[in-house]
């Protein structure tokens, strides 16, 4: 086990400019990978081997950045409507298509 990070999975995250990878880390990944496709916490959970639900939760499950900003969108259309929404989107188009 130790090998296959050593010999391939730390050359390819140096390779891209990641850090690291440990099992741990891979532990945590898909703990929350599982979170954002939706499967049920005691799933994940029992996947882990963890006793508690709670140490799931609190240590294991991270947010994702593009989860955050698609829940703030979300709210944002709920509150101002889709023509909001769409103008930022817009700007940020021409923004990207500028630089």
Do not use: M
């Not at 909001?84 to 817009?90: K, P, S």
Request: charged share 20%; net charge positive.
């Amino acid at each position: 086990r130790r090998n296959l990070l050593r010999r391939h999975v730390g050359p390819a995250c140096q390779r891209i400019g990641l850090p690291a990878v440990t099992w741990h880390t891979l532990r945590h990944c898909n703990a929350t990978f599982h979170d954002a496709a939706g499967t049920p916490l005691g799933t994940v959970q029992a996947l882990l081997g963890h006793a508690s639900s709670e140490v799931t939760r609190q240590v294991y499950l991270h947010a994702i950045p593009a989860d955050q900003h698609r829940a703030v969108e979300a709210v944002e259309r709920l509150l101002f409507g889709p023509k909001w929404t769409q103008v930022d989107e817009v700007r940020e188009e021409s923004r990207l298509t500028t630089n």
